[in-house]
């Protein structure tokens, strides 16, 4: 690489200032770079992917670590990592697509499209669906990803009708994948073909998510090119578990996709200007319970809303979308900042670092 000295006495103030920002922005990249690499050795994360977007341009992408320990394969940008449930931010914003086509609202009561479900269900609310606010039985038995019925999705669809309610409509926050099951048979009832396929010609196609097209809904069980394996780290024994898992066709609108951290970053993007539905408050706006308040997986993501996670606070609110406690992205609209961070390894919880990330692209960030 050829480097060429400017006189000082020459330089004009635009150069001056060109020259500053570059160099503002190497440091802020070593920065980041050396953050990410100290959380990867303090949580045992063997591979991620990060991208950022500042005022809806893609400042930074990088890979970091090993993709596949097996291997030895190292994580690349062009790496596709499992996003579990994040897939779900993907299914609200199906669902805002048909209300915003006069199809559904999310007021919706479910008896209203699927007159067919238990009585007790008819009144639960499509938003209560998506905001795991519905006090409907559980479809998984709490083992991972087994089904109440393991192995088989019609016999765990039908046990699951026949149990009673866990708690009465909208008074408390319960996440629950059963849910996400009667809101992809909405769908499919109104779509051409299946859920799947709009959810890609609607969302990944126009987006130009040609990876996470490729990949599909259906997690672990096929070989897809170029895909980070997935693990837990057992500390007891110092050393790392493959994990393996298969989301049958009932599942998919609740997890199983499969993207890059670039892809995403796109995507957010998309959203952030209202390329794939117009009305991005309907779709991230929490939904409150019946006594007026919100609830959510903990005092950080203290909300829910349509499929997207919600932090409310004081200083620098956010949406966020993240799965299998592996993957993370993370919209701050009062910085117009994104942060992405995907890995493979099931307990990383990048939503716990992901405010360390903002912070060194988001002036004065306060805790």
């Known amino acids: 690489m050829n480097i060429s ?202 987006v130009g998510m040609h990876l996470t097209a490729k990949s599909g809904f259906e997690y672990m069980t096929p070989v897809i090119k170029n895909q980070a394996r997935q693990y837990l780290y057992e500390h007891k024994d110092g050393r790392f578990v493959n994990i393996y898992g298969h989301f049958s066709y009932m599942m998919r609108t609740a997890a199983g996709m499969n993207s890059t951290a670039t892809e995403l970053a796109h995507y957010l993007i998309a959203l952030q200007s209202h390329k794939l539905v117009k009305n991005t408050k309907l779709l991230w706006a929490p939904i409150k319970l019946n006594n007026g308040k919100i609830e959510g997986f903990s005092k950080l993501e203290n909300g829910y809303a349509i499929g997207w996670q919600v932090l409310d606070r004081e200083h620098h609110p956010a949406v966020s979308a993240s799965g299998g406690n592996a993957v993370s992205m993370i919209y701050y609209p009062e910085n117009n900042v994104s942060i992405v961070v995907l890995t493979n390894l099931v307990g990383a919880l990048p939503i716990q670092f992901v405010d360390n990330i903002a912070a060194l692209y988001i002036d004065d960030f306060k805790r």
């Not at 996003?83 to 008896?111: P, Y």
């Not at 089904?147 to 708690?167: H, Y």
């Open 5 to 206: 000295f400017v006189p000082l006495k020459k330089l004009k103030f635009p150069l001056l200032l060109a020259v500053s920002l570059f160099t503002s922005q190497l440091v802020k990249a070593d920065e980041v770079d050396a953050l990410i690499t100290k959380i990867m050795a303090e949580r045992n994360i063997p591979g991620l992917q990060l991208a950022v977007v500042k005022d809806k341009k893609i400042v930074k992408t990088q890979s970091y670590g090993v993709a596949n320990l097996q291997d030895d394969i190292a994580v690349t940008n062009n790496t596709v990592f499992s996003i579990n449930s994040m897939t779900k931010a993907f299914t609200g914003v199906a669902l805002v697509q048909l209300v915003e086509k006069g199809v559904i609202s999310l007021d919706d009561e479910i008896g209203k499209h699927l007159p067919e479900l238990p009585k007790a269900w008819h009144k639960i609310q499509i938003k209560h669906l998506m905001a795991h606010t519905s006090g409907l039985p559980k479809i998984l038995s709490g083992y991972y990803i087994d089904l109440i019925v393991r192995g088989n999705p019609k016999a765990a669809w039908e046990k699951v009708q026949t149990l009673p309610m866990i708690s009465d409509i909208n008074t408390r926050f319960d996440y629950n994948q059963t849910g996400y099951v009667i809101i992809g048979k909405i769908i499919d009832k109104y779509v051409d073909g299946s859920f799947v396929e709009f959810i890609t010609d609607h969302q990944l196609k126009p």
